[in-house]
C-alpha cells in the first residue's frame, strides 16, 4: 500500500508523535508498503510527484527534517494561517491510507479527521465525532457516567468561573487537577492542600482554557487497548518513584509495566469488560486504549480514552500485542486493516 505516516504537529506531545511516526513508518516499510514519514504542519519541501512513494526511503532522514523544525514550531504557528504544510494535503489525497501517528491537540481532537472526511482521505483511527468527545475528559466524564462506566468523582471548570473553594466543587484534598484536553500526563497535578492546589489550577490554566478537578483514587495503573471492540491484555503500570507523568512515561527504567497485569482472572475480565464498555459507549472504532485506576480492594475507575495512542515500539499497546503473539509491524497492518472497515 501507499501510506503516509503522519507525525509531528503543533501539539505538546510533538516530539513523542515523531518517535511514534517514525517507529510506524520503519515498520510499515519492513512489510514491504511505500510508507513515507510526513509532519503535517511542517509537510514536505519538495515532492518527485512522478513517484511520491518510492520504494527506497531514508526514514531516519525524514524524521530528522522533521526535528529540524522543532525549536521553530511556536514562532512558525505565529505567521501561519494554514495548519496544513506544504504538499501535505496532496501526498495524503494520494495515499491508499494515512496512519495517524499523531498525538494531542490538531490532531487526536478530531480535526484533522473532519477535514480529511471533507477531502476524502482515509485514515487510522476513529472518526471526528468520537475523536472530539474522548479528548475532551470533562466530555469523556460524563459520558461515562451515562452509560454506567466507573468513573472518579469530579467536574470540569472553566478560566472564567474559576473557584478556588473545592467544597464548591463538592470535593475534598486529596484531588487531581489536569488540563481538559491535554495528553501524556503534560499538565496533570497531583494535589494535598489549597496551596498546592491555586498552584495547580494555575499551571493547568496556563496551558488551556478548561480543566478537571476530580478525586484522587490510590492504587495501581492499568491500561487497556480496544481493538476492533475487542479488549487486549492489560498492562500493569508501575513507576518506581512520583505517578505516571511524562518523565515516567518516557523516560527509560523509571517505571515498571508489566502484561499480562498480575491480577486475578475476575478482575481482568471486568476490567476489561469495562474497557469495551467505555469503547463503545464514547462511539470509538478501530482502536484505542483506556486508562484504570484500581484500588487495593478491586474498585476499578476509568480515568480516560485514548483515540490515538502512543506507538513507539516499546509503547503499551505493541507490549499487549505482543503477549497475543502480534509483533510490532504485523500490529501496524492489523491498525490499518480494523481502521479500513470504517469505509466498506
Request: proline share 4%; hydrophobic share 35%; net charge negative.
Amino acid at each position: 500500500m501507499k501510506i503516509v505516516v503522519l507525525a509531528g504537529g503543533t501539539s505538546t506531545e510533538r516530539d513523542v508523535s515523531i518517535v511514534s511516526g517514525t517507529g510506524i513508518c520503519t515498520a510499515l516499510r519492513q512489510k514491504g508498503h511505500q510508507a513515507i514519514l510526513v509532519d503535517i504542519f511542517c509537510g514536505v519541501e519538495s515532492v518527485d510527484w512522478e513517484n511520491p512513494f518510492p520504494e527506497i526511503y531514508d526514514v531516519e532522514k525524514a524524521c530528522s527534517y522533521i526535528k529540524s523544525f522543532n525549536d521553530h514550531i511556536q514562532e512558525m504557528k505565529k505567521s501561519r494561517r494554514n495548519f496544513f504544510g506544504p504538499n501535505v494535503l496532496e501526498l495524503c489525497q494520494k495515499a491508499d491510507i494515512v496512519f495517524l501517528g499523531l498525538h494531542g491537540a490538531n490532531g487526536e481532537d478530531g480535526k484533522v479527521q473532519a477535514a480529511f472526511d471533507l477531502f476524502g482521505i482515509k485514515y487510522t483511527g476513529t472518526g471526528y465525532l468520537s475523536s472530539a468527545m474522548a479528548m475532551d475528559k470533562g466530555v469523556t466524564k460524563e459520558i461515562f457516567r451515562m452509560h454506567h462506566v466507573p468513573t472518579p468523582k469530579g467536574s470540569s471548570m472553566e478560566k472564567k468561573a474559576r473557584t478556588n473553594d473545592l467544597s464548591a466543587l463538592d470535593l475534598e484534598f486529596p484531588v487531581v487537577v489536569k488540563t481538559c484536553c491535554g495528553g501524556s500526563s503534560i499538565g496533570v497535578y497531583i494535589v494535598h492542600d489549597q496551596a498546592e492546589y491555586e498552584s495547580a489550577l494555575d499551571q493547568a490554566f496556563s496551558y488551556e482554557n478548561e480543566v478537571i478537578v476530580e478525586q484522587y483514587i490510590s492504587g495501581v495503573e492499568y491500561t487497556v487497548a480496544v481493538v476492533d471492540g475487542k479488549a487486549y491484555p492489560i498492562v500493569e503500570i508501575v513507576p518506581c518513584e512520583g505517578f505516571y507523568d511524562y518523565e515516567n512515561k518516557y523516560k527509560p527504567g523509571a517505571t515498571k509495566e508489566t502484561c499480562p497485569a498480575p491480577i486475578s482472572e475476575e478482575l481482568t475480565k471486568k476490567m476489561q469488560e469495562y474497557a469495551v464498555q467505555g469503547y463503545h459507549a464514547l462511539g470509538l472504532e478501530s482502536y484505542a486504549r483506556l486508562d484504570f485506576m484500581m484500588t487495593e480492594d478491586g474498585e476499578m475507575y476509568c480515568l480516560e480514552a485514548n483515540t490515538l495512542p502512543g506507538m513507539t515500539p516499546t509503547s503499551l499497546i505493541p507490549q499487549e500485542a505482543g503477549v497475543l503473539g502480534i509483533n510490532y509491524p504485523s500490529l501496524c497492518e492489523e491498525l490499518i486493516r480494523v481502521s479500513l472497515k470504517k469505509y466498506e
